[in-house]
């Protein structure tokens, strides 16, 4: 079954708007939690439309601009690492998803839930669906929006912190940020929640008070 045809299903039964909703982000140590809803037409057509983890970089920041050209209505939401581990990150995702529903434009009948967890409180029907970015073409698009958002921000944060890499690994516990880690302690943006940062310090200054002298031409 194609993710469109998954999607077709609920329009058959007489939905009229049927949003997917999905995250990006739960397992780095660093950086926010993003997650996305799309509501696509019931006939959309994208092709190369996937989980975004089976896509190319830079075929996500293709669909990424198509998705949102096509989307009867997208919202994107993210919740920082701060948020994060103050409340836990499952509780963090169920309120970037939730947000995420709440900024869309048009109303849903329906959201499908990436996962096999609901979004308490959510103020529309919901159906969570397991592996639910490889089967719904909804779930899809905004795997791919959540995804491409995350990722853009965590190359912003790779400017500010630039000895952890982030623009190669984008917060996630490689052998690289691991090292980085070790060496230069945590940095504002890392979840300190997370056990291999708790086993840190915070002592990550050197490189962010080092100046740049530029000499003036006259």
């Known amino acids: 079954?194609?993710?469109?045809?998954?999607?077709?299903?609920?329009?058959?039964?007489?939905?009229?708007?049927?949003?997917?909703?999905?995250?990006?982000?739960?397992?780095?140590?660093?950086?926010?939690?993003?997650?996305?809803?799309?509501?696509?037409?019931?006939?959309?057509?994208?092709?190369?439309?996937?989980?975004?983890?089976?896509?190319?970089?830079?075929?996500?920041?293709?669909?990424?601009?198509?998705?949102?050209?096509?989307?009867?209505?997208?919202?994107?939401?993210?919740?920082?690492?701060?948020?994060?581990?103050?409340?836990?990150?499952?509780?963090?995702?169920?309120?970037?998803?939730?947000?995420?529903?709440?900024?869309?434009?048009?109303?849903?009948?329906?959201?499908?839930?990436?996962?096999?967890?609901?979004?308490?409180?959510?103020?529309?029907?919901?159906?969570a669906i397991v592996d639910g970015d490889a089967k719904s073409a909804a779930i899809a698009a905004a795997s791919i929006l959540a995804k491409v958002t995350r990722d853009r921000l965590m190359l912003e944060y790779a400017k500010q912190y630039p000895v952890y890499g982030f623009e190669k690994h984008k917060g996630y516990g490689t052998k690289m940020h691991m090292e980085a880690l070790k060496k230069y302690g945590a940095c504002p943006i890392h979840r300190r929640s997370f056990a291999p940062v708790r086993e840190v310090t915070d002592n990550y200054e050197l490189p962010l008070k080092r100046k740049i002298c530029r000499i003036q031409e006259p």
């Open 1 to 127: 079954m194609s993710l469109f045809s998954f999607d077709k299903e609920f329009y058959d039964k007489g939905l009229v708007s049927v949003a997917g909703v999905d995250e990006a982000g739960r397992g780095p140590l660093a950086g926010p939690v993003a997650a996305a809803a799309v509501i696509l037409p019931k006939d959309a057509d994208i092709p190369h439309l996937n989980d975004s983890k089976q896509l190319t970089p830079k075929r996500r920041d293709e669909l990424f601009e198509i998705i949102k050209q096509k989307a009867l209505a997208y919202s994107i939401s993210t919740v920082d690492n701060n948020k994060i581990d103050e409340i836990n990150i499952l509780q963090a995702t169920f309120i970037a998803m939730g947000n995420s529903v709440s900024g869309l434009k048009l109303r849903p009948d329906l959201c499908l839930i990436d996962g096999n967890h609901k979004v308490p409180k959510l103020a529309f029907d919901q159906q």
